[in-house]
């Protein structure tokens, strides 16, 4: 293909991209991630996954999407806006995540790409693409960083430096070639508040995080009981954790999103500490229909709730 159609191509999906609701849209080309290989050979092996052991799969499709899609070329990253427009009202309530506030982002993004690919197939024509979205193992991070949709923070996550970084990522392999977009530089400068801030230690170096440690990793990914010399290290939250995202300057540029499907159920942002304490897996279900917080189930919440007190 010439570099006018890539040009053509590219251009196109990033217009149907902003069509459908994605806050940015950026192409990087399929290959070998070299400089994140030894990164997350050095993070495994000091067990900095805790006990998300599916981490420790796929190690050479992590790091090269060709292997995960045979005949991949080009890697289409996609964001999509999380940023709410209120928050809980009681300022003594557990508090949830902002990303679980809405429908699982799983959901909403995976629709949404599916529409992307079905624009691209009856733009371009016989192409093969593969939808992904935190479910699989691809390293979203380093691939919206080389498409220039960010940077890797102190924390870890992605920061633009037009949007903060309350946002989901989503990716779609394709196996044409196309026009692609470079990397944008660290804007993080000297700052340390997402370091200083960690109640818990876990980000034990830049951009190294220590997911063991994690509030988010205690609260949704452990089973176990929660150890108990991380009492009082929670500062209230019973699901996830933005402290980290919270503190960055960058996020000052943050703008409530616009997708229905992300908006809480209207008794969430209403519940007392007290509602929450006493909350029945009937208004459990009801309040996180859909949820991300399902992931924790009902006893996993209470167990969480119970911690804090």
């Known amino acids: 293909m ?6 053509k191509y590219s251009e196109s999906i990033k217009a149907k991209a902003k069509d459908l609701g994605f806050l940015s849209c950026g192409i990087s080309k399929a290959e070998f991630l070299e400089e994140e290989a030894p990164r997350l050979e050095k993070w495994l092996k000091e067990k ?57 982002y799983h959901f909403v993004i995976k629709r949404k ?28 991070k380093a691939w919206a960083k080389k498409s220039g949709l960010g940077w890797i923070g102190k924390n870890s996550n992605l920061i633009s430096n037009k949007n903060g970084s309350f946002f989901f990522i989503g990716e779609l392999l394709m196996d044409v070639e196309l026009e692609y977009d470079t990397e944008i530089k660290d804007y993080c400068g000297t700052c340390t508040r997402c370091i200083d801030a960690c109640p818990t230690g876990a980000i034990i170096q830049p951009q190294v995080v220590d997911g063991s440690k994690c509030i988010s990793y205690f609260t949704i990914e452990l089973k176990d009981a929660i150890p108990q010399q991380m009492k009082g290290q929670f500062e209230n939250r019973m699901f996830g954790c933005d402290i980290c995202q919270e503190v960055c300057p960058w996020n000052r540029f943050s703008k409530p999103h616009s997708e229905s499907a992300f908006l809480p159920h209207a008794d969430l942002l209403e519940m007392t500490k007290l509602q929450w304490q006493n909350i029945s897996k009937e208004a459990f279900n009801v309040l996180f229909k859909n949820s991300a917080v399902k992931r924790t189930k009902y006893s996993g919440l209470k167990r969480n709730i119970e911690f804090l007190d």
């Open 113 to 140: 790409l599916n529409e992307l690919l079905l624009f691209i197939q009856s733009e371009i024509g016989e192409v093969n693409g593969r939808i992904f979205v935190d479910s699989a193992p691809v390293m979203d």
């Open 2 to 7: 010439n570099s006018s159609l890539k040009n």
């Open 48 to 104: 900095r996954n805790g006990e998300m052991k599916y981490m420790e799969n796929h190690f050479d499709k992590r790091l090269d999407p060709r292997i995960l899609f045979e005949g991949c070329k080009s890697v289409v990253s996609l964001l999509v806006n999380y940023f709410p427009a209120e928050k809980q009202k009681d300022p003594e309530a557990p508090i949830v995540s902002t990303y679980a506030f809405g429908e699982d």
